[in-house]
């Protein structure tokens, strides 16, 4: 069975440049989430989607960061405009539901220069 | 806010010893996850114990949870090279704003 599926793996951008990042998740799974881990420290959730509908986004710096899940299945967390600060790796993790077990994918290693 | 705090951040342990990660929680939860991260790779899920005294055990890597505590401990017998690796518990709290949350992982090292 296919794990989650992350692209691109890294990334190295200027600040204030846009960035996007996808996530496919486990067939099947209907709970989708974005964490940032920063490093030396546990992942925090961004934003969870329950099939296509963002139910959980109160940590996403709504001001520059935005996702979307079309047909509830891949998901695009973008990035507009980019901070130094937004420096690190970003995960997306999958389950069959909520409060399920999450399957990690790979993340994508965000540079911010 | 749930806190979740691991503790030691930091073990180097030689082959063939013993030892044990603690993970204790501030909020009440019965489901608690371990994962495992390899440098620049992504978590694996070990274990989720899910009621108090769940014990699971794996190799050489054996899980506890303790809910009156709100503690769960990982303990590692007779280590191996293999095995070293950042270990990350993560608790999902009860209630309606349920949100998985990380402690900020043991980084173990097995020293030959």
């Known amino acids: 069975e296919a794990g989650v599926v992350q692209s691109p793996r890294y990334k190295i951008i200027e600040k204030k440049q846009p960035v996007a990042f996808w996530c496919n998740p486990i067939?099947?799974?209907?709970?989708l989430y974005w964490y940032r881990q920063n490093l030396g420290q546990g992942p925090e959730l961004l934003i969870r989607?329950?099939?296509?509908?963002?139910?959980?986004d109160s940590q996403l710096p709504k001001d520059r960061f935005s996702a979307e899940r079309l047909k509830g299945v891949d998901s695009t967390l973008k990035i507009q405009p980019a901070e130094l600060g937004d420096s690190a790796v970003y995960l997306c993790?999958?389950?069959?539901?909520?409060?399920?077990?999450?399957?990690f994918g790979p993340g994508t290693r965000l540079l911010v220069l | 806010e749930l806190k979740v705090e691991q503790n030691p951040l930091f073990l180097s342990m030689q082959e063939g010893k013993n030892y044990t990660i603690y993970c204790n929680y501030s909020?009440?939860?019965?489901?608690l996850y371990w994962y495992r991260q390899d440098p620049g790779k992504s978590l694996e899920s070990l274990f989720v114990?899910?009621?108090?005294?769940a014990v699971k055990q794996e190799g050489r890597l054996m899980a506890s949870l303790d809910t009156k505590a709100r503690l769960s401990t990982l303990h590692i017998t007779a280590a191996v090279h293999d095995l070293s690796a950042t270990y990350f518990c993560?608790?999902?709290?009860?209630?309606?704003?349920?949100?998985?949350?990380f402690g900020s992982g043991t980084q173990l090292t097995v020293l030959p």
């Open positions: 993560a608790v999902d709290p009860r209630g309606s704003a349920r949100q998985l949350t």
């Open positions: 114990l899910l009621s108090n005294g």
């Open positions: 909020t009440t939860s019965d489901r």
């Open positions: 993790a999958s389950s069959l539901q909520r409060g399920e077990t999450q399957y």
């Open positions: 067939s099947g799974h209907n709970t």
């Open positions: 989607y329950e099939n296509e509908e963002a139910v959980d």
